[in-house]
Nanobody, 123 residues
Framework: QVQLVESGGGLVQAGGSLRLSCVDS????????MGWFRQAPGKEREFVAA????????AIANSVKGRFTISRDNAKNTVYLQMNSLKPEDTAVYYC????????????????WGQGTQVTVSS
């Protein structure tokens, strides 16, 4: 059974930083591309970033480009989302997801999802 567990969310002031982590319980972690998505109240789930299984390629949404970085440590079965220069509009529940296909900005491409971690940015 796949289990993705996010952590690292919280309350931060605008301009601050947070690092989200997502631990994957599977031995085959490195075979899966991983993605981060977010969902604010009343809005659709939005792509944030994705990374290939090898970590060799990444994709970042334009809305967070230059502020957020995705990375992974396959030895620790963990994917990270480093978030800098946070803005109030970054407030959302952040989800990590896994796909056995290529990295994708489409939520429907992902097979497995975590429960989410809340990020709140105050102005």
């Amino acid at each position: 059974q796949v289990q993705l567990v996010e952590s690292g969310g919280g309350l931060v002031q605008a301009g601050g930083s947070l690092r989200l982590s997502c631990v994957d319980s599977r031995r085959t972690f490195s075979s899966y591309a991983m993605g981060w998505f977010r969902q604010a109240p009343g809005k659709e789930r939005e792509f944030v970033a994705a990374i290939a299984g090898s970590g060799g390629s990444t994709a970042i949404a334009n809305s967070v480009k230059g502020r957020f970085t995705i990375s992974r440590d396959n030895a620790k079965n963990t994917v990270y989302l480093q978030m800098n220069s946070l803005k109030p509009e970054d407030t959302a529940v952040y989800y990590c997801a896994a796909t056995n296909s290529r990295p994708s900005p489409r939520p429907s491409a992902y097979n497995y999802w975590g429960q989410g971690t809340q990020v709140t940015v105050s102005s």
